[in-house]
């Protein structure tokens, strides 16, 4: 049988790691990853598939439109899954600019070398181009603020985004379905929600929370803590983006969420609990891991909740998520204190914990 070979741009990050570690687990796939290995793409969240001849890295700069010609027609994709993006909205209100240029400009130089290739294609082997599809992923935060308690995003939720990360990917956005219209490029999109799990990098809310806590230190909950957000476990993401690249209607967008609606400060509550029963043994002079959490000045432009309709991709694609919040909080808490080289490696890097998002610049 002939493989699929799936072009996975930003496959050394959080989502985009787990994607290709289900990728390449699948019978008849090839995997290409191709990442440009900023501070949070982490080659080490890729060694259980290191040395499988199914797998091919590639270190390039999706903004190197030239590069990116060179791979397509390297190794001929049938799917592009695209992942690579500046992702933490903390470091967008310090420094957007990397934001405009990865997000929005890469994104262009994605999009144009795919219409090269699909267009040689459809010259050269219609079959081929038929079955083509360019994946974007992105994000709920394009929607903005909720207005009431029962509210949820929908697929036509109109965009309102509030800082420079969830307005740089809402002009992605944009740009895809752009090309989708205009050229005809087969394309499909996914909004998802908070990601959460294995190897994700510290500077978000429940990896931060983990390891400050392990090493005594304050746990920083934004305002009031009651921001609501729509929590996924990321390998529930990665099956569920596969099948919308695979399956997934061209032109359709398919929002993606884990139905489970917590409070930030329920988050970290939970978080602490789990920390006294697998952790026990605590930092000096820490008696409780919930004498940690500290309560500081909020993020600029915060919005105060989030919530995913999924209906849609579990209708048309059979797609639900398999963890629950419970399970899957153990399992990211367990990973944690059973991978702590990991973590301390990525530790040792740029990033040391410190509080981003003030507005001051990075």
Known sequence: MTSTTFFVTGGAGFIGSAVVRELVGRENVRVVNIDTLTYAGNPESLEAVEG????????????DGERLQQLFSEFQPDVVMH??????VDRSIDGPAAFIETNIIGTYQLLEAARGYWGK???TDDDKAKGFRFH????????????????LFTETTPYAPSSPYSASKASSDHLVRAWGRTYGLPVVVTNCSNNYGPYHFPEKLIPLMILNALSGKSLPVYGDGKQVRDWLYVEDHARALIKVATEGATGETYNIGGHNEKQNIEVVH???????ELAPSKPQGVENYADLITYVQDRPGHDVRYAIDASKIQRE??????????????????WYLNNETWWRRVLDGSYQGERLGTGQSL
């Open 121 to 123: 294609l459809k010259e």
């Open 83 to 88: 992942l690579a993006a500046e992702s933490h």
């Open 136 to 151: 974007h992923i992105s994000t709920d935060e394009v929607y903005g603020d909720l207005e009431g308690p029962e509210d």
């Open 52 to 63: 499988n001849p199914n797998y091919h890295f590639v270190q390039a700069d999706i903004c």
């Open 270 to 276: 939970t978080l602490c609990a789990l920390l006294e």
């Open 317 to 334: 694609l059979g797609w639900t998520p398999e963890e629950t919040f419970e399970s899957g909080m153990r399992k990211t808490v367990e």
